[in-house]
């Protein structure tokens, strides 16, 4: 077992809860930059992207709050660790950084979402 695995497998945070979170980050990612009303177009878009792949994940992952149950939870958990990073990283790389409002919510998402991924108990 890889050192990421095995953190992966100790976190505090059962993955009932974790499964619980799911579906209202995939609502936060998906009205998130409607309701705040981004002038970035891409902003919008990766977030409205990943707010429809936090859907699926949440919807699909092997764990008693998945529905149809096919995505192994530690897929879910590597998926999870990619787009919280991911977030934390595009407004710098895509340019957005100069609105501030799309550039708080990307980073307070995104390392919201890590700590809750990396203190998630991935069985």
């Known amino acids: 077992m890889s050192a990421l695995n095995k953190l992966m497998t100790q976190g505090i945070i059962p993955p009932q809860v974790h499964g619980v979170l799911d579906y209202p980050l995939a609502a936060i990612l998906i009205a998130g930059p409607l309701v705040l009303d981004f002038d970035d177009r891409a902003a919008t878009v990766i977030a409205?992207?990943?707010?429809?792949?936090?859907?699926?994940?949440?919807?699909?992952?092997?764990?008693?709050?998945?529905?149809?149950?096919?995505?192994?939870?530690?897929?879910?958990?590597?998926?999870?660790?990619?787009?919280?990073?991911?977030?934390?990283?595009?407004?710098?790389?895509?340019?957005?950084?100069?609105?501030?409002t799309a550039l708080v919510f990307y980073e307070v998402v995104g390392v919201g979402g890590l700590l809750a991924t990396l203190a998630t108990r991935f069985e």
């Open 48 to 100: 409205l992207v990943f707010g429809a792949g936090a859907a699926i994940l949440a919807v699909g992952t092997n764990w008693s709050t998945g529905i149809v149950r096919v995505i192994p939870p530690i897929l879910h958990g590597y998926a999870d660790i990619g787009v919280t990073l991911a977030l934390i990283v595009l407004p710098f790389a895509v340019g957005f950084t100069g609105e501030t």
